[in-house]
């Protein structure tokens, strides 16, 4: 029997140091680092962050580097094109195709072709695009793409990458019962912070929220700046923003509500370094997250790794969480019910607050980050 390492390439539009795109980067970048061991492993992508025209500072552009043990080539404009895809796909000549995005150009739709004619393995992650609350942004477009993708039998064989069972359903509810599902829970980060460190930073006197993600329609910060602003409160309240502006025209909606107010600090922090998550996150004392869809949600995960309840909406795989002393799920449907889950983060006595933060690191520390997750995302190469 060989002991050959399955070849493995990743194709994906933005990988580190980019991390605008939030939530599918570190996903990505998480799982390479934990099978890396496992398999021979080479990253195809473009030489810019989400947004951005200059590419990244010192990195090699068309080429393939070693980069802590995976080979990465970042593409620069004039590369990013199809025959320059195929001629990358061709030179790998890999085993599987990991594939990151259902709408990509690049990065999905050609390799898909080519996997076709070559006979390649693929397996496609869906990175939440198939939630009700995704599929809405940009409707008719997708639909009509979904309608053809389905017509033509464009995914017939795909394995599919469901992080949860709430994304297997969704991916069944497009693409029908037979599709090829396998869970693999995203594999998270590690924890930096310990518990006793994070409690020592905890203190009385001053609440503080904090929104960690990309500001998008999806994300619905909003409806948290609407809800801060109807809190009654007798301490200091802050509500820190720190994301990605992704949508201008959503951003600009609500800026102007982005300031002081006589109950409530508003403001907006800017990019957040990944590197840094840890240590804004200790200092936070719930992560609000009113989102129209999450498959997974790294920054609720992060917001438990670092002992921080979440205030999130329903629309996530996090469930019953006020039941396990981890923060609030609400119903956004109804603007009432964000405001008094906040608002009940505020009135909390000191000792069941420290309840919940001891809970949330605990949780993420014995449940998020089981065995079973890394063995799950191994399986996933295997089928």
């Not at 493995?8 to 980067?25: N, R």
């Not at 570190?26 to 473009?46: F, G």
């Not at 393939?64 to 025959?83: I, P």
């Not at 996090?318 to 449907?333: A, P, Q, T």
């Amino acid at each position: 029997m060989s002991d050959k390492k399955k070849r493995i390439l990743v194709c994906i539009d933005w990988y580190e140091p980019g991390f605008k795109a939030g939530g599918p980067i570190r996903s990505v970048v998480n799982m390479v680092n934990a099978l890396k061991q496992n398999y021979e492993i080479y990253i195809l992508t473009s030489a810019y962050d989400l947004g951005e025209t200059d590419p990244y500072p010192n990195v090699e552009l068309n080429q393939w580097h070693d980069q802590n043990g995976v080979l990465v080539k970042y593409m620069n404009k004039k590369a990013l094109t199809t025959a320059s895809v195929r001629g990358n796909i061709l030179e790998i000549d890999p085993d599987i195709l990991y594939l990151n995005s259902l709408f990509s150009r690049l990065f999905t739709i050609a390799p898909l072709f080519i996997s076709h004619r070559r006979r390649i393995k693929v397996v496609l992650a869906p990175r939440g695009m198939l939630g009700a609350g995704a599929l809405d942004i940009k409707r008719g477009k997708k639909r009509l793409f979904l309608f053809i993708a389905k017509f033509f039998r464009f995914y017939r064989k795909v394995i599919w990458h469901a992080s949860t069972i709430e994304e297997e359903k969704e991916i069944k509810k497009v693409f029908g019962k037979r599709a090829k599902v396998f869970i693999a829970q995203n594999i998270p980060i590690t924890q930096t912070k310990s518990l006793d460190e994070i409690l020592n930073k905890k203190e009385t006197g001053i609440c503080r929220f904090i929104f960690l993600s990309r500001i998008a329609t999806k994300k619905n910060l909003h409806l948290a700046i609407e809800a801060v602003k109807q809190l009654k409160n007798t301490m200091p309240v802050e509500f820190d923003i720190y994301g990605n502006i992704e949508d201008q025209e959503y951003y600009d909606s609500f800026k102007s509500e982005i300031r002081e107010h006589p109950n409530v600090s508003i403001r907006y922090k800017g990019l957040l370094n990944p590197a840094s998550v840890s240590d804004v996150l200790i200092h936070a004392d719930y992560m609000v997250l009113p989102t129209k869809h999450e498959n997974y949600g790294h920054s609720i995960v992060e917001a438990w790794a670092n002992g921080c309840p979440v205030i999130i909406s329903k629309n996530t795989p996090w469930k019953n969480l006020r039941n396990k002393d981890l923060g609030w799920d609400v119903d956004i449907e109804d603007p009432k019910h964000l405001v008094n889950a906040m608002q009940e983060g505020i009135d909390m006595d000191f000792t069941s607050y420290l309840t919940m933060v001891r809970a949330s690191y605990q949780y993420f520390s014995e449940k998020i980050c089981d065995e079973s997750v890394l063995q799950a995302n191994k399986q996933l190469f295997e089928q």
